[in-house]
């Protein structure tokens, strides 16, 4: 008996892994690919009949066209800002050598996990009618600046978002540079510009452009910075979506869905082939020496460096900490100036006194809070399935990965609609009508978006292991099952740590699919009432916006305790 037991013990667990990664695969199709096929259907399926008249007129109708040339012309502005803020910025960290350096390579980590909406409501802060630029003009009896409601607001706003990407992307790339190289161009005659342009830039091409690929995917597909600062009169493809949905025109939203998913398909393929590109390449046997910041003797050359320093550090104070300060300051301060708790104290009362289509505050803190935990609860497994299937030798590994990180290229909308499409309206199998309503949906999309995070900070860290550390478990006797939990995962523990922070943040923060799958003002979220009440006044939207910086605040310094370098760009 014991025997077959034990037999039946090992069978188990050598299929186990099987098992756990069909589930995973069964969970990814059912709350990912058939929401999302059900958009592409609503596209082509109109009247009981197939037809590609939705999608034609989406692509010949001028005002739908005026529509994507916008959006791609926005996203452009924004990814030019995006890579002129960054660049700077890696040159500051990957150059030069200061106390608190390590801060602020961290801090590049902030556009995974600082909700847009909280970006959105800091800028209005900033650069609103009343907000803090305005109020410093005023004071120095110049006139206002009407900045919200614009173009360069919203492409500002964008580049707050992904310049830090683009700086953690070229950073990382710049301190491998050999120098070696570097000294030999110069001892050949070069002058330090040549050496520069003819070693160093050539190796930072490819990451600038990985940089630039992604912020243009990012904010093409932006969502509550644009509805927050540009409003319907400046709609971007994800806004008119949102709007066609809004008017229950379904089949108007899904025409559009494809087309703009069809395109960030192309540029996440271009993407991953500027990062395979990347990754071939070897790294630097001796990396550049930094320079202390203050020099030891003060050349004219050495003080022009600090003052170009200097400069990008009054931009940095105005385009990034800002809009931060400004929002922490307009939560304190009321209509006339002067110190004031007014504000939070209207939260207490909206929650005592608000009728039931009313945003109640800590209600949607605890809905955030538990729709957060939901979503670890199925993104952090899904998210080490897939890191092991990632990190496995297997014939269609590299076709496994590219299924399993589809989500990260669809928009919250687009997921959203698909949910809201295929599952809260319910879908008819075997004759019984399946439905996923309500919390469910939220944490289901929160959690599709989520788990790719998970994926990407732990799987580099299972793939850097030795082999030969679950080699040597499989010789004692250890089934593949057990070198894993007994081995494997301890050794990454910080990076799984790293990864579920990542999840509960991205699920704090997300405002796309929420803002669609939400059920009346009962299961609304902290992104969602910080939109509702921007809508109305700014105060309480301000003391709304720093409670939710103060969850997220907390979850990256989990992530930067734990996480390191691995997290954030470990894969992305």
């Not at 491998?176 to 830039?201: I, K, Q, W």
Request: hydrophobic share 50%.
């Amino acid at each position: 008996m014991r025997r077959a037991v034990d037999a039946l013990r090992r069978w188990g667990e050598r299929r186990a892994l099987t098992a756990v990664a069909l589930l995973t695969a069964l969970v990814l199709g059912l709350l990912f690919y058939y929401p999302v096929g059900t958009v592409f259907v609503d596209a082509v399926y109109a009247g009981g009949e197939w037809t590609l008249g939705p999608l034609a007129d989406v692509l010949t109708d001028p005002f739908y066209r005026e529509i994507f040339r916008f959006t791609a012309y926005q996203a452009l502005l924004s990814t030019a800002a995006s890579v002129a803020l960054g660049l700077p910025g890696a040159w500051v960290l990957a150059r030069f050598d200061f106390r608190g350096r390590e801060t602020l390579r961290s801090l590049t980590i902030l556009p995974f996990v600082m909700p847009s909406i909280m970006v959105a409501i800091g800028f209005v802060a900033t650069f609103g009618r009343t907000g803090t630029l305005n109020a410093v003009l005023g004071a120095l009896g110049l006139p206002e600046v009407t900045l919200l409601y614009s173009l360069p607001a919203i492409v500002v706003a964008h580049a707050f978002y992904n310049a830090p990407l683009v700086t953690r992307v070229t950073t990382a790339v710049w301190e491998s540079v050999d120098a070696s190289a570097v000294e030999t161009a110069r001892t050949l005659g070069a002058s330090p510009r040549r050496a520069f342009r003819d070693v160093v830039l050539p190796q930072l091409l490819p990451a600038i452009a990985v940089g630039a690929t992604l912020t243009f995917i990012f904010t093409f597909a932006s969502f509550p910075i644009v509805l927050a600062l540009g409003g319907y009169q400046l709609a971007t493809v994800e806004v008119f979506i949102y709007s066609r949905v809004q008017n229950l025109a379904f089949a108007e939203a899904a025409s559009l869905a494809v087309v703009e998913t069809a395109l960030s398909l192309g540029l996440t393929y271009g993407y991953l082939r500027y990062e395979a590109r990347m990754s071939s390449s070897g790294r630097g046997a001796r990396p550049q020496r930094r320079r202390p910041l203050w020099p030891a003797s003060w050349t004219q050359r050495a003080a022009a460096t600090r003052l170009a320093v200097a400069g990008y550090g009054v931009v940095v104070l105005l385009v990034f900490v800002a809009p931060v300060a400004s929002m922490l300051l307009a939560s304190v301060t009321g209509p006339q100036g002067g110190f004031t708790l007014d504000h939070y104290l209207f939260l207490l009362e909206r929650q005592q006194t608000g009728t039931s289509y009313q945003v109640r505050p800590l209600t949607a803190v605890r809905n955030s809070l538990v729709f957060g935990l939901g979503t670890l609860a199925l993104a952090l497994p899904m998210g080490v399935v897939t890191s092991v299937l990632t990190t496995r030798d297997f014939r269609g590994r590299k076709v496994l990965d590219a299924l399993l990180m589809a989500p990260l290229t669809v928009s919250g909308i687009v997921v959203g609609l698909g949910m809201l499409r295929g599952l809260v309206f319910g879908t008819v199998v075997f004759g019984t009508r399946i439905q996923v309503t309500g919390a469910l949906a939220v944490v289901a999309a929160h959690a599709v978006g989520a788990y790719p995070f998970v994926t990407r900070t732990v799987a580099p860290l299972l793939g850097g292991l030795d082999p030969r550390l679950v080699e040597s478990a499989r010789t004692l006797g250890a089934s593949r099952v057990r070198a894993l939990l007994d081995i494997e995962l301890p050794l990454v523990a910080a990076g799984v740590v790293a990864g579920a922070a990542f999840a509960f943040a991205i699920s704090i923060g997300e405002f796309d699919s929420t803002v669609i799958l939400a059920e009346g003002s009962s299961s609304y979220t902290m992104p969602v009432a910080v939109q509702r009440y921007l809508g109305r006044r700014l105060g309480p939207a301000t003391a709304m916006g720093c409670v939710l910086l103060a969850v997220t605040g907390l979850s990256f310094v989990v992530i930067e305790r734990f996480g390191g370098r691995t997290g954030g760009r470990g894969g992305f």
